[in-house]
Nanobody, 122 residues
Framework: QVQLVESGGGLVQTGGSLRLSCAAS????????MGWFRQAPGKEREFVAA????????YYADSVKGRFTISRDSAKNTVYLQMNSLKPEDTAAYYC???????????????WGQGTQVTVSS
């Protein structure tokens, strides 16, 4: 198992930016895919972005493409989600996850962080 701890959430105005971090520890994770998901109140958890730990490929939900960037720092064992041009509809709890398949489906991610709240005010 991989242990994941998110940070960086907060309150920001529409059009603002935040950078989320996900510190990973535990098993060798260079074999893993890392992803970000989010869940707003009353809604299902949805995929945001994913990256191969090698950094060779990234994948984004259409709703965040062009505004969010996922990246990783292998020396720090950390994955980031840079969020720009934030909108009120981006308000949600954001979760970091690791998995073994490069997919947008949560079922393929087997380790999850506790989440960090992002609130975008209008």
């Amino acid at each position: 198992q991989v242990q994941l701890v998110e940070s960086g959430g907060g309150l920001v105005q529409t059009g603002g930016s935040l950078r989320l971090s996900c510190a990973a520890s535990g098993r060798t994770f260079n074999r893993y895919v890392m992803g970000w998901f989010r869940q707003a109140p009353g809604k299902e958890r949805e995929f945001v972005a994913a990256i191969l730990w090698s950094g060779s490929s990234t994948y984004y939900a259409d709703s965040v493409k062009g505004r969010f960037t996922i990246s990783r720092d292998s020396a720090k064992n950390t994955v980031y989600l840079q969020m720009n041009s934030l909108k009120p509809e981006d308000t949600a709890a954001y979760y970091c996850a690791s998995g073994r398949l490069f997919s947008s489906s949560a079922e393929y991610f087997d380790s999850w962080g506790q989440g960090t709240q992002v609130t975008v005010s209008s």
